[in-house]
């Protein structure tokens, strides 16, 4: 069943609509092509598919199993592909251009760079490609009329134990195209607590950390990142959803941990398509955002990895409009929600709003009411 009322944008208004991602991996968003490519110059031999759109059915089938650590398995494909300077930069190249084409015009992109020290590069080495890689992108998009600006988040596997050198390694690159520090990996079983020290380094510098909390693990994951670690923003959070009770009459209680994240405005990078496939959520309409938003939760939308889940900025909205009957204007709250969340400075942040996203919607909307009008003043002329 489908929610779309007359005022659902179209695919392609959508996709012009100016759009900001907060939660994008770099390694879950390599086109197959690319990766086919970049396998045969560096000698990869163990990739299950040689032939681009074969490949990406697998991407998506293998991380469609409902579990996490198996989602997260397919990774070892992609990180396998990005070990050299030229294929990092070639990647970074690729994912912003590939963002600006759907109409992203902000995001902050990560990555682990303790994944790509295979064949001998260093962590500054890494960081460097794909900083290099992010600024060709933002250039080779202008060139082609769009208008994007990438940020990277440096992530820590949370069940390595290089967090606190990779914390220190964001703060170094902070004012260098790094805007951030992130934990990723199996969440079960490796607590955000384990990486403490990283988190309160950061703090002790001023600087600004997501963490991967509440997707395949609850509530318990979501206190620690936000009250013990002091977490920016929450990667998915979307278990915040088990601290919030809807009665049969449909009045909606929030307990403690979901009052505090509405009240602080604690952004929730939502990820619905990943959401589906590790099995945090069993459907888009069941899916917590519809609620989420509804109860003015600070709620995103992202893609959290492109290839294993098909999708894109446009997309994840398509899916959204069909599912809740969202409209331009929710698509407005969404994208200014998330950059107000961003971790670029305040004035920035103020900049994109005012100088690019709300003259975008302005348009799409102003679009929107000249469609209506035809259509009424056709209709009546029908009718006459
Ligand atoms: O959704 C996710 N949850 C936890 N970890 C994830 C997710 N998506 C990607 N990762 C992991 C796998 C990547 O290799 C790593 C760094 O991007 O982050
Ligand atoms: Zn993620």
Not at 63 to 80: I, N, V
Not at 112 to 131: C, T
Not at 154 to 180: C, F, K, P, Q
Request: hydrophobic share 40%.
């Amino acid at each position: 069943m489908t929610s779309q009322t007359l005022n659902t944008p179209t695919a392609e208004q959508i996709r012009r609509a100016p759009k900001v991602l907060l939660h994008d991996h770099l390694d879950g968003g390599l086109r197959p092509g690319t990766i086919i490519e970049l396998a045969r110059e560096t000698g990869y031999e163990a990739l299950p598919e040689t032939e681009p759109d074969k490949l990406g059915i697998w991407f998506r089938e293998a991380a469609d199993s409902g579990s996490l650590e198996r989602y997260l398995e397919t990774f070892a494909h992609t990180c396998a592909v990005m070990q050299t300077r030229e294929a990092l930069f070639r990647v970074a190249a690729e994912c912003a251009e590939d963002l600006a084409e759907d109409g992203v015009v902000y995001a902050e992109v990560r990555y682990a760079p303790e994944q790509h020290l295979e064949a001998g590069l260093s962590l500054e080495e890494v960081v460097e490609a794909v900083n290099a890689g992010f600024r060709e992108g933002e250039r080779l998009a202008r060139e082609s009329g769009h208008r994007i600006r990438v940020g990277a988040l440096l992530t820590a596997m949370r069940h390595a134990a290089r967090s606190l050198e990779i914390a220190e390694l964001a703060n170094r690159y902070r004012d260098m195209g790094v805007v951030g520090f992130d934990i990723a990996g199996a969440e079960a079983g490796f607590p955000p607590t384990r990486h403490l020290d990283a988190f309160e380094y950061l703090k002790r510098e001023n600087n600004h950390f997501t963490i991967h909390a509440g997707e395949a693990f609850g509530l318990p994951s979501i206190w620690q990142a936000l009250q013990w670690c002091g977490a920016d923003r929450l990667g998915h959070g979307v278990r915040i959803i088990d601290d919030i009770t809807v009665a049969e009459d449909g009045s909606v209680s929030l307990g403690r941990l979901a009052a505090y994240v509405r009240d602080k405005r604690i952004p929730l990078e939502l990820c619905p398509t990943s959401n589906l496939q590790t099995g945090a959520a069993a459907s888009y309409a069941e899916h917590p955002i519809g609620l989420l938003r509804r109860l003015h939760f600070r709620a995103t939308v992202n893609t959290d990895n492109r290839l294993m889940s098909g999708t894109s900025m446009s997309r994840e909205f398509e899916l959204l409009t069909e599912t809740f009957g969202y409209t331009l204007e929710d698509m407005q709250w969404f994208t200014v929600n998330a950059m107000k969340s961003a971790f670029i400075p305040f004035d920035e942040r103020l900049a994109m709003i005012s100088d690019v996203i709300k003259p975008g919607y302005a348009e799409l909307k102003s679009e929107w009411l000249f469609r209506q009008t035809a259509t009424t003043s056709d209709s009546s002329f029908g009718e006459s």
